[in-house]
């Protein structure tokens, strides 16, 4: 069974533009999970998707959003980069949402560069 | 709020040393615990989980116990291997949010 694909794997912006980034869950994963990854701040959650609803929201601005298609497939798009937002953007997925027993499986990530 | 401390690297130990990454935690509720591991230029893979306390995880000879009497998780390894070098993070999630919350990371150099 394929794991998480994330793409592009590398991006260079400039402050100003904005970003799309996507990821294709595991087969038969109906729930996505975003996070952020910096040196200074570490891991920080993003957003949960789960059947193209939002579940549950970060701490980040409304610059960050994302939306999940039906095949379970997730975007997430940043606007107006800041030279902050230059970080590895994380995928997950699991069977199911939330709680304890759904492992999440991460994808490689997107590194985003911001100039 | 629910948190996780972990202690601060980089630890530095010769082949075949005994490892332990030190990692508390503060939740509300019953969390699950996990230990990820991060390689160079890779996304996170799953160590090992514990769900209830006193539960003991183990995956490729690490392990770690679920402690609720003092909030602990810590990893441990007999003998590490240079293809341990990495970074270890420590997670929990609560069943109220589906969320994971982690450690700030702990990077692992093993040396021959």
């Known amino acids: 069974k394929a794991g998480v694909t994330q793409t592009p794997r590398y991006l260079i912006k400039t402050r100003g533009q904005q970003v799309t980034l996507s990821c294709s869950p595991i087969?038969?994963?109906?729930?996505v999970s975003w996070y952020q990854q910096t040196p200074g701040q570490g891991l920080q959650f993003l957003f949960e998707?789960?059947?193209?609803?939002?579940?549950n929201k970060g701490n980040f601005p409304g610059r960050f959003s994302g939306r999940q298609f039906s095949n379970s497939r997730s975007e997430m798009n940043v606007s107006t980069l800041e030279l902050g937002d230059s970080a590895l953007y994380l995928c997950?997925?699991?069977?199911?949402?939330?709680?304890?027993?759904?492992?999440?499986?991460f994808g490689p990530g997107t590194r985003l560069t911001v100039l | 709020g629910n948190s996780v401390t972990q202690m601060e690297g980089p630890v530095t130990l010769s082949e075949e040393a005994f490892l332990t990454i030190n990692c508390t935690y503060t939740?509300?509720?019953?969390?699950?615990l996990f230990w990820y591991v991060q390689y160079p230029g890779e996304g996170l893979q799953l160590l090992l989980k514990?769900?209830?306390?006193?539960d003991k995880g183990s995956n490729k000879g690490f392990e770690a116990t679920y402690r609720k009497e003092t909030t602990s998780f810590h990893l441990e390894k007999g003998s590490v291997q240079v293809s341990d070098s990495a970074v270890y993070f420590c997670?929990?999630?609560?069943?109220?949010?589906?969320?994971?919350?982690f450690g700030q990371g702990t990077e692992l150099s093993v040396k021959p």
């Open positions: 997950a997925s699991s069977p199911m949402p939330g709680g304890s027993y759904n492992e999440q499986f």
């Open positions: 087969s038969g994963h109906r729930s």
């Open positions: 998707y789960f059947s193209e609803t939002q579940r």
């Open positions: 939740a509300t509720g019953y969390p699950s």
């Open positions: 514990a769900t209830k306390a006193d």
């Open positions: 997670a929990l999630i609560t069943d109220q949010g589906g969320k994971l919350i």
